[in-house]
């Protein structure tokens, strides 16, 4: 937990403060200075008397009194003493630990910052960094570094486990409008991380007093379980939440491990624990820092836009990029139109993108914007696209803006592009606690994230038939490796998961006696080999026992075949259904199109195990091949129902089967009715 004096200090002592304010010291000891902080300030610097106008002491011994909050930054080696000297005799509670030079840097450093760690929890404290550019809080501005973010209880909380990724976000963030009511640089995370934060956000929520939007950048997923449990819980009490995750791609593993420390996680875990939590996902500072922008507005219920602009090409570069995430800009015709025309100066448009000119006014433009507000039922958010030409003041517009933004019931986005030539009235605009859209099509793509990032995973698991016992016994009986067809089919069965009707022969007398119960048409397989068809081991469709026997003598002769497996032939569109254990995350689900689609295509949709059937559907719709497996011009398509089905059923199972490393169900056999799995591959390993 956060401990409150690292929150709301009384006093705060800085070590290794310093006049000279180009050292972190000086900075962080002017910026606690310039932003107000209303407690005492101390230093400790040997040698002087006052620094920067504070009283400065030698040691922790000389200090007049406690102190609730330390922060640190003097060299890595020095730390220790001083934390422990003012845990134990000072009553100090807070600690910031700037310095860097601790596991980032080798085993003696990883040696102290646990030793920190452990004495700071011994007392029940809490610590911050090491590594990091500090914590801001409403009580005391506890950074070194430039820009000085604007505090605003409304504004959003961050959390950062680069701080000098933070110093980047910040220059992204202030010019756009953005405040922030508290800021963490967890750094290592010794003792507090990036879920710990979110963690103490969310046991504390206030829905009165709390800020309802929260910023997250980290290179790393430490705790998924406790990540996605209290991120969907902040979003289930109304916050919403925007993260980077940074590290994707393997190049972007190798940047990262050089860096705080931390160890990039496989990138489609994080993708699926985003999902299932509702983390607003972005890859860069600019998108990041537009979503929390959007979060900002009002928020929009529905999918609907109008574009209100007096310049035609931004109109529709942002038409554009909002359909292309989904999000519409109707039509706007008959009476609608003819009144909203009516308001506007002769050549303008009210079609949408409504485009009143560059001779439109202030007082039009508000006109437009209150008319899309109060009458227009099918409309659920207005952008408003306002530049300058730099031949007037576009003050009296933003100010119509202005009003409009607060008087309207629906979410109005401001796109003021005009940051050089009317900066004065923008920063005017910015400073009445707004935000802008510098770039539309930024903003259009922010939206279409936004919108398009599922709610919050329901938290209960499916049971419906899905026999944990069974499959327990099973797996506790079984060997490691892929399994053979008879442990795959009792597992797919305790599952509930259908299957072609099957059984295995070694014998030609055992072989004839299955084709009396299976029936022609059949489907042979080797039992023995991973990837049957590329030793020649699988032919479809026998329908004599002439062919039964033949194909039976050639397989037979196949390196490490042990048996054949006959089983029903069976139609319909090949679907896949996969999972791999990720350590830490469990298990990811992964589903798409069967047969040689999954591999060409790369057109796969991931979830994290166990999973709704909610989730499981949006796994499917999110497929670009979705429409294939509705059917379409005539051809049908699969049961996407029962497809959701068995992806819930198998990942209820392995939620209780982390012995079960990899699944591939590929392919299953799909019509419009049923669907059945034909090839099923599991390995295990205990
Ligand atoms: P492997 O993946 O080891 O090569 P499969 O069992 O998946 O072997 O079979 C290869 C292909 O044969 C499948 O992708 C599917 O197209 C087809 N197939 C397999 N079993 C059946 C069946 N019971 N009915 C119809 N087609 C089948
Ligand atoms: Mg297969």
Redesign the pocket.
Known sequence: MIHEKLLNPKSILVVGGSDNIEKPGGKLLKNIIDGGFGGDVFVLNPGRETVQNKPSFANVADLPGNVDLAILAVASNLCVPVVKELAETRNTRGFIIISAGFSEEGEEGKRMEKELADIINGVGGTLIGPNCIGVVTPCYNGIFTYPVPKVNPHGCDFVTGSGATAVFIFDSALPKGISFSSIFSVGNGAQTGIEEVLEYWDNTFDPEKSSKIKMIYLEDVKNPDKMLKHASSLIRKGCKIAAIKSGSTDAGKRATSSHTGAMASSDSAVEALFRKAGIVRCFGREELTTVISVFMCKEMTGKNMAIITHAGGPGVMLTDALAAGGISIPKIEGEHHDKLLAMLNPGSSAANPIDILATGTPEQLGNVIDYCDKQMDDIQGMSVIFGSPGLTSIAGALDVINQKIVSSSKPVYPILPALNTAREEVMDFLAKGHVNFPDEVTLGRALTTVYNTPKPAEEKIFFDNVNIDKARQIIDCCENGFQPPHIVNQLLEAAGIPT?KEGTAQTEQELMQLIGEIGYPV?M?VVGPV????VGG?T?NIKSDEHLKSEYQRMMKIKDVTGVLV?????GM?LFIGAKYEPKFGHIMLCGL??IFVETLGDISSGLAPLTLNEAHSMVRNLKAYRIIKGMRGKEGANEDKFAEIIVRLSTLLRFAVEIKEIDL??L?GNATDIIA??ARILIEK
């Open positions: 072609a489907v397989k990837h049957k068809s590329d699988v479809l089983q029903k032939m069976a139609q090949e069967g047969g590929n392919p056999l034909v090839d």
